[in-house]
Structures are given as C-alpha cells and as structure tokens.
C-alpha cells in the first residue's frame, strides 16, 4: 500500500484477473478486489459463490448480482474513501464510466488516482509457493521436449509437432498452454514468432520450438532449436554464437545487476560476431500468473534484479535469404548465399541470492542434429 | 460509416485486434486502422512491414516505431479531423491518455467521441468467405468429436479426454482452440463452466465436452453430453427435457425473430419440464473471429436476427445434490435423492433465409449410453 499512499491515495482498486488472483486467491473471471487500509474484499457474483469462499483464503467475499468493480467502488465510498488508485492500463474507458456513475456526485469527479503496474510489481517477486509452481511448469515443459524429438523428422509437419507437443502438455498436467505453440522449420526459423503451420519439416535446416505450459496457474516458457540433417558451417556458427549469448547473459544474472546489463551481457556477444542486426528483439522479459511481467530484460533497463524474480534468456539470430554477392560483416566475413534461417534459445531463470537457476536446465542446449 | 456519422464523428479509429482484423485483413498483435471519409489506413510498427502489406490488400500501409494508434491519431488530426470516433470498451484510461497527447492541444479536448462495438456490430452478421470459414472450423469440431468417443470410458482422466480432443484439433489444421475445453464428467457435469481436471470418468454418470477450434481465424463452438453406463429415469429425462428445448431454439431461429423469442424457446420447453431454475444461463451468443460475439440470444433480448449471424443454442440443466426429502417439483414430482448431475448440448446456427442451419449436425445429439 505503500505504492498506492505514494500515488496521493487512500485505496486501491484491482479488476485485472491475474491481479485479482494474486491478492486474494480467487480465479474466476469476474472479480475486483478493493484493499482500503488493512482492509480487503473480494466483489464477484453469484455464479462464483461457492469458488469464490473456497478459494479466496482469509479474505471478506461479498457476492452481488451487480458488476464487481460497481461493487467494490460503492463499498469505498461508503467506507468514506475519497482517492482510490486504480490501473489506468487495465481499465478501459467504459468502465471507468460505469463505475464513476456508481460514485456520489461530491466525489466523483477527484476518486481515481490513474496508476500503472502498481500490483504488477508486487508479482515480479515470486515466492516459495509460486516457485514450486514455476518449477513444476519448467519441469513438465523439458519432459514434453524430450519427448517430442522424435517426431522432429524430415517430412512431419510443424503441427504435428505442436500436436504431440500440446498432447504431452496435457497428459502431464497442464491446464494449458500459456501461449500458441510455435513451431518454425526451415526458413520459417527465419521468423522469430513463426506459429505452427501446415508446412513440413526440411531434410535439412532449424526446427525452432518456443513452447511453454500453465501449471497451477503459473506460466513457463523454454525455446529450443535442433537441426535436421548436416549443417552448413555458417548454421552451425550462428547457434554456437546465440548459445554463448544466451549463456553469457545466464551468468550475468544476480540480485542488484540491471535488466540492461543482462541484455547487454548477450547483445555484446552477439555484436563480436556479427550478429547484432539479426538479434532483433529483446533478451527477456518475467513470467508468472502471465506469460509476459515485468521485469523487461532489454538495451538500457535500469529496473534491479531481486532475488525471487522469475525472467526468460532468450537471445536469438534471424537471417534473411543472402546473395551470395560478397561484402557482409558477418561472422567475421564469412558470409554466404544461402536460404533464410533462425535460431533462438531460450530458458526460464530464477534469480537467487547466488545468481541464476535455470529452471528449464533439464533440456539439453547443445547442438543438435537429428 | 453511417453509425460514425450518428455518433457525431467524421472519422473512426480501431484499435480492437478482431476488429482490425476484420476492417482490413491484418493479423499482427499491434495494429490499429484510421478511417475518414471513404479512406482508410492501417498503422502497425516494423516487426509486420511484409506481413501487413500482404494481408492488408486494397489498404493503405503506414509503418512507424510509435505505437499504432498513436500514429493513427496524428494521421487523422493532420488530415484535419476534429471528432473521432472510438469504442470506449476496448480502449484503456492509459491508451486514451497517450493518444490525447499525441493530438495537437486545439483540438484534444473534443477529439474523441465514446462509441461502443461499432465494428462489433458489422461483424455479427457474416460473409460467404466467412461462413464458408466457419463451415470448416465446425466440421472438424465435429469429426474429433466422434474420434474422441473412444477415450470416454470410466477411468479415463477429463484431462486425458481434452488431451486427445486438442491433440486431433491440431492435426486436422485447427490454429488453436477456440477457448479452454470443458470435459466435465460425473458430479462435475453440474458446472456449467467445469474446465477438464484430472478427475476419473465414472462408471455411470454423464461426461458433457463443450470445445471449439480456430480454422482460418474463425471459431467454432460444440457441446455435446453423453452417459457412461446405465442411466437413471431420471438423468435420462433431463437429458432428452434439454435436447427438446436446444430442438425448439433451433426451430424458432429465423431472420426478423427477436433473439429473446429464440431464448424463450428454449425456457419453455425447461419450465414445462420444471427445470426452469437449472437453466441457469443464457441460450446462446454469436460467434465467429471471437469465441463470444453479438447477438446476445438472452431472456427479453429486443435485438432481431439477421440472415448471416452465426449464433450458439446451448441450453443446459444443472442440478445439484438432492437429497430424498419430497417435494420438489422438477420434473413433474419424480424428483429423488442422487448425485449432482448435468446436460448441455450446443450447436452452432447459421441464420439463412429459410430459418437456421445447423453447421454442427455432423455430430448427433442422439442419447448415448457408452
């Protein structure tokens, strides 16, 4: 509450599912928790009544047919609140209006104080509970990997793969996905978010596999990128160059470094060799109730890593199709013709007060070629 | 346009991914579509420059490093718009906020104009290319519906019967599914929304699947109940009480039928059978590039169906554990003691000049004792 004093304000109000989730345990999918000094609620409606007692642990649930956000503004102003911080980011316009009309005239106008992240925060730090969780999805994420290698073959198709990827996902426990499987094979690997499609696997080139499962709420994410067939030389440079970033950018991690530096930690190897224009996105980002938190692992990130953030490594080099007219810089002038192509390599890694614990480490890194 | 100019606005913008989608074929996660006059022009960043400029045929490209709509505000107040439409229910408190800064200081305060689902409205009634889309997505719900029987046998974990039903998705060309899989078997069936859990298939109860999948960007939507082992008098009249009622809802969909006459259809037919009370949610709602679209088929709803909408009919009657103590009066006085059970079955409707057309009836609706 500290966050919502230093915002001019005397409440919180929290509608974001996952935010809800975090604060009060309930997992439905209308609820708006209000936290007025020591004080909380939980608002849903009658749908959820049962849930809503068995899962919201130690919190006042005050079930009604009416919208829980409605509710829970009408309970703060009849609580003689008069500033409540809200999320200007999870709150649309229409039901900012909607609950304005719920307020009485004399304070509506000067009731919310628009803030951002302000329980995103919270959840950057994960933990004991959410970290068992964290591994436990980590963990069934490098099983669903191993298993799935042996359908990785020339001829199968992209979906295929996430098929039998998303079957084992289930069948170990998961609740879901946490986001759409992908699946980039060939010159699709040149697409760093290549979604599975109906395209068949090469005799020769990347499969790119990014994948991750819900356990238990929380969210993992892994990449991995194997080889079909015998590899150019120029193939095989450019995983081995994305493997020492990724790995450079592991050993960075440690409480008090900056998210820039783990970024930098990655960039800088990929710069050495030639690479930098390919590495086109950012190292990493947090995961947890969400497949994307804070913190964000890019160029120039001040926020300070804390022991109990959960963050993805995940540099990766994407090539477009080359001429073989000479001239590129990269990988120190070797440059050839040759068709598109991309590798990503990526783990999920808890910061510990000794540095970084992959939680994905059960999946081997090293190259592949099947 | 028509409904822009009602509002009092001269321009719209979009920003709502689905809708985007729809006004201008572009499927990237960040985009936004401005719209003056009879021109139009769709804004996203340099992650989508080839992908944009493929999907968004016949439609002006612009690609830029600010955010979409921030683009798309400036574009639209340099070509001398003064009122711009928006819809306030996809828009957060920050994006307005941003967007009103990106605007010239003469004209922010009156810029916007609050709309609601005026691109929603379009999109509820459908296209050729959009039914035939539709055809496909509902016809593979249907055939891995009749290839998932065979793993709906007591012992059989829920989990493990969604696993095969996504698993036979993916292979037969589905994108996605098209929301979280419901298998809820046993006294779990009494949950409208029982997400697949690791719980066993019973010997004798119900197993209700509610699934759709994702062809083409557009969803599908099925439910189907069927009964392991021999079933109770009683189970077997709830069953064929919601099968009449979803029956009656069908048989009243045509165009010009006010949604809540398709809703008190099927009501009817429920309190006749003295289920009223375990009919506890709405009949339907349209479908199509979202799992819940307009219209609304609820209780009272004004709102007329119109050749080409694509709505759900899924009545459902969930009843909770009874106890022997008499007088209750569902189902004409026969009720007993027994274990919390459930039925819902759904199909998806086209609604055509000639009344509605099933696009599910691949799979029967027929009582199964399995």
Known sequence: MRAVEAAGAEALLVTHGPDVRYLSGFTGSSGAVAMVGGRSALFTDGRYTTQAKAEAEGV??????????????????????????????????????????????????????????????????????????????????????????????????????????????????????????????????????????????????????????????????????????????????????????????????????????????????LRRAGLEKEFSHSTGHGVGLEIHEGPRIAAKQEQVLKQGMVITVEPGAYLATRTAVGGGKALGGTKRSGGAFGVRIEDMVLVTEGGGEVLTSASPKVWMEL
Chains 1, 2 share one sequence.
């Open 60 to 269: 006042r649930v005050v079930i009604d047919k009416r919208a829980p956000a409605v509710q829970a503004v009408e309970w703060m102003a009849a609580a003689g609140v008069t500033r409540c911080a809200f999320d200007a980011g999870q709150t649309t316009v229409a039901a900012m209006e909607t609950m304005k009309k719920a307020l009485p005239a004399g304070v509506r106008r000067s009731f919310f104080v628009a803030g951002s992240g302000l329980v995103a925060r919270l959840r950057e730090v994960k933990d004991e509970d959410e970290i068992a969780r964290m591994k436990r999805a980590a963990e069934l994420g490098c099983r669903m990997f191993e298993a799935v290698l042996e359908f990785v073959v020339p001829g199968a198709t992209e979906v295929e793969v996430a098929a039998e990827l998303e079957y084992r996902a289930r069948m170990g426990g998961a609740e879901a996905m946490s986001f759409e499987t992908i699946v980039a094979s060939g010159e699709r690997s040149a697409l760093p978010h290549g979604r599975a499609t109906g395209a068949k696997l090469p005799k020769r080139g990347f499969v790119t596999m990014d994948f991750g499962v819900v356990v238990d709420g929380y969210c993992s994410d892994m990449t991995r990128t194997v080889h079909l067939g015998r590899a150019t030389d120029e193939a095989w440079d450019v995983y081995h160059s994305v493997l020492e970033a990724q790995e450079a950018a592991v050993a960075a991690i440690a409480p008090g470094v900056r998210c820039g530096e783990v970024d930098e930690a990655a960039r800088a190897v």
